[in-house]
């Protein structure tokens, strides 16, 4: 079954960029997205289709992707930006089935 | 706005089965897909399937083929999720969220709008 990896932590201090990748063998061919969970909370979509941000989401999230990584970037990382970073994406098979990295822990101090 | 309200938490026994239900409203319910994610305590998201309220058909990840079913009753724009043979590893907080896009438009489905989410314990 289709995998996709992420490092189990980053940490950067207040106004410093956070990078958070996802590995995954069909990246090349299928869009990432990315969820920011908070404790107790339900995720939210900060990043869809590589790197568009839905309405509401702050400027300094971004996403790109090239070859089989994608990458969540924090620009100016805020202490309320600590959370749970989550990449999604869907197989090839046309099912419509979807798959979550294993996620990320952001910490801001 | 977009509101998915889900069941309130279960206690089940090993090998039972529990049924979660995750009622819609603020859109046209058939014109999304609705997924199902569950997350255990302290591990990560989980995706489990997808239901097209509008027709029914259902997709499942492949580790709960045969165990679970996703279906629909589109006069109470509610979806349900029904897992069975339940086990300790089945603990979760099982959410429901509504597709980013509607479903005639050729995309990939991406859970969007999340239900507050339904916690089930399954222990002896």
């Known amino acids: 079954s289709y995998e996709l990896t992420q490092p189990p932590s980053v940490s950067v201090s207040p106004g410093q960029t956070a990078r958070i990748t996802c590995s995954g063998d069909?990246?090349?061919?299928?869009?990432a997205y990315w969820y920011q969970q908070k404790s107790g909370q339900a995720p939210v979509l900060v990043i869809y289709e590589d790197s568009k941000r839905p309405s509401g989401i702050p400027e300094r999230f971004s996403g790109s992707s090239s070859g089989t990584m994608a990458t969540l970037t924090i620009s100016g990382a805020q202490v309320e930006d600590e959370a749970d970073y989550y990449c999604y994406s869907t197989d090839s098979s046309g099912n419509h089935r979807g798959v979550f990295g294993g996620g990320t822990k952001l910490t801001v101090l | 706005q977009v509101q998915l309200v889900q069941s309130g938490a279960e206690v089940k026994k090993p090998g039972a089965s529990v049924k979660v239900s995750c009622k819609a409203s603020?859109?046209?319910?058939?014109?999304?897909?609705m997924h199902w994610v569950r997350q255990a305590p302290g591990q990560g998201l989980e995706w489990m399937g997808i239901?097209?309220?509008?027709?029914?058909?259902?997709s499942y990840a492949q580790k709960f083929q045969g165990r679970v079913t996703m279906t629909r009753d589109t006069s109470t724009s509610t979806v349900y999720m029904e897992l069975s043979s339940l086990r300790s590893e089945d603990t979760a907080v099982y959410y429901c969220?509504?597709?980013?896009?509607?479903?005639?438009?050729?995309?990939?489905?991406?859970?969007?709008?999340w239900g507050q989410g339904t916690l089930v314990t399954v222990s002896s």
């Open positions: 603020g859109y046209t319910f058939t014109s999304y897909y």
């Open positions: 069909a990246l090349p061919k299928k869009y």
């Open positions: 969220a509504r597709d980013f896009s509607v479903l005639w438009v050729t995309a990939d489905r991406v859970p969007d709008y």
């Open positions: 239901i097209n309220p509008s027709g029914g058909s259902t």
